[in-house]
């Protein structure tokens, strides 16, 4: 029985233990010495009294950073990876959310970890991954740690936008990630054979579509440089170079090479299996790519970080009339879709016999987490009782997105209810963003113009306050990809009858808004 991630790496390591697991195309790491990296890590960390605790990882987008994510695990331990390009108050709402007594760093990144002690915004020690990866192993206080363990254990913490601008910590456990993979693996078809291209940063849930069937099947995964992803045309090549035959890329990165013809002049001529998920895709767009690949397998992932990153799928094994939106299909494997009719205090489930009725995305089943990490009163908003039934305590997580089945009883995503968006493959409160300008401003509200992908911060402040300044200061604040594109200061924000700021008017004047 599996319970435990690590049992995929154990058993891959013995089978194919000199194949390739992680490459970022200079450097790679085989599966023996992924294995061996991470029973030293956690072999270090046990001896040093960590366990069944938090840990941050502060590394460089590469395949030691992996490791360094397994080594956190064998020790009973969970990780929480932190952008090395995030701004430093950031990282410190993170920390302190976290309160990890133990960072682990590269090189590399040794002089930012040592400053984040020296401000008091980490109250643990730091731990190089160099010096971690010099202990032997120990494999008695391994496996007391495994032996110890249950599939209820968390893996990881990772952190998404949060309307109060503090982010939210979602904690996900064994159980959930080893459903996850059974079920896309299932879903999808992936193999020894398959090679991935990593896209995202590790530091998000996303890149469990290709870690995981990774460590299961000893497929290959190689890390695209992010400076690629400007450059379409060596993004392909590099593609072609490595045989990359499956991408889980999100859609923004998909359009920037159709977009620009380079599937004519450029094709990635090894792609199988294309996954796409995290924003709607534009038509025109995806109907480029089924035409210059009418081979591959298309597939659709939708889902939450909450319910362990992806929870349904759709393939692409049918025309789409030239209006239909592309469905995101059926659950996978132990997840349920609840679509519950607005209005009812959620005590109605919308069936498949009644297409185009429009209801939350609601969600049961292993795929739900275990939570906002150390944020009680988030996770009570968000996690809840199934209404449908009160006779036993079963959690359910309330996406807040805004669903309706098609006539081919395909769940099909309609929009949000709040002002939470995707954006570039990131998922934005943007209420964090108007949290973070508030101390520059008297009132702010950030819109989304998604006909041209970008952020439109509509505020009123002083003279004194000039879009340049309030741009400094949010970049002191936030992500590169949570900045808005503009900043636009009005005498007044428009309000609706009952006295709220008009949100929509705000987002049509954005989108005439050149």
């Not at 730091?126 to 007391?144: F, G, I, K, N, R």
């Not at 132990?334 to 009719?341: F, K």
Request: charged share 20%; with cysteine.
């Amino acid at each position: 029985m599996l319970n435990n991630i690590l049992q995929y790496l154990d058993a891959t390591a013995r089978r194919v233990p000199d194949k390739t697991a992680f490459s970022d195309g200079r450097v790679a790491l085989s599966f023996r010495e992924l294995d061996g990296a991470s029973r030293r890590i956690g072999t270090a960390l046990c001896r040093l009294g960590y366990g069944r605790e938090p840990v941050a990882v502060l590394m460089q987008r590469a395949p030691a950073e992996i490791a360094a994510f397994l080594g956190v695990v064998r020790a009973g331990c969970f990780y929480a990876a932190l952008d090395e390009a995030m701004p430093a108050a950031r990282m410190e709402q993170i920390l302190h959310t976290l309160s990890p007594r133990l960072l682990i760093c590269d090189r590399h990144n040794r002089p930012r970890a040592d400053a984040l002690v020296a401000s008091g915004a980490l109250a643990g020690c730091v731990l190089s991954y160099e010096e971690l990866c010099l202990e032997e192993p120990d494999e008695a206080v391994l496996a007391a740690v495994r032996d110890a363990a249950v599939d209820q254990d968390p893996i990881y913490v990772v952190f998404t936008s949060g309307s109060t601008g503090v982010p939210k910590g979602v904690a996900a456990c064994h159980r959930s990630v080893l459903d996850y993979t059974e079920s896309l693996c299932e879903a999808i078809g992936f193999s020894e054979d398959t090679v991935f291209a990593n896209q995202t940063p590790l530091y998000f849930d996303a890149p469990l579509k290709e870690i995981m069937p990774t460590l299961k099947y000893g497929a290959t995964t190689y890390l695209v440089p992010k400076m690629l992803f400007s450059f379409p045309i060596p993004l392909c090549d590099f593609l072609n170079q490595h045989k990359v035959n499956t991408v889980c890329w999100v859609v923004s990165a998909l359009t920037m090479i159709s977009a620009f013809g380079v599937l004519d002049s450029h094709p990635p001529r090894y792609l199988t299996t294309v996954c796409f998920g995290s924003e709607v895709f534009p038509r025109p767009q995806y109907d480029r790519w089924r035409a210059a690949l009418p081979e591959a397998r298309f597939f659709n992932l939708y889902g939450p970080t909450e319910a362990t990153g992806m929870s349904c799928w759709w393939h692409a094994d049918r025309a789409l009339a030239p209006d239909e939106p592309i469905p995101v299909g059926r659950p996978f494997r132990n997840t349920d879709i609840l679509l519950l009719a607005e209005g009812t205090h959620g005590a109605r489930r919308i069936t498949p016999d009644e297409p185009d009725t429009e209801g939350e995305i609601c969600m049961r089943g292993t795929c739900v987490t275990l939570g906002y990490y150390n944020d009680p009163a988030r996770t009570a908003a968000a996690f809840v009782q199934n209404p449908l039934q009160s006779a036993y305590p079963e959690i359910i997580y309330r996406t807040g997105d805004i669903g309706r089945y098609n006539a081919h009883g395909e769940l099909v995503f309609v929009g949000r209810r709040d002002a939470q968006i995707k954006i570039l493959g990131h998922r934005v409160e943007l209420g964090e963003i108007e949290a973070a300008a508030a101390p520059a401003v008297r009132a702010a509200c950030c819109v989304y113009d998604g006909a041209r992908t970008r952020l439109v911060l509509y505020y009123t402040a002083d003279e004194s306050v000039t879009p340049d300044g309030l741009r400094a200061m949010l970049n002191q604040r936030l992500p590169r990809y949570m900045m808005p594109a503009l900043l636009i200061r009005l005498d007044a924000l428009p309000l609706t009858p009952n006295g709220k700021i008009d949100r929509r008017a705000l987002t049509e004047a954005a989108k005439a808004t050149d």
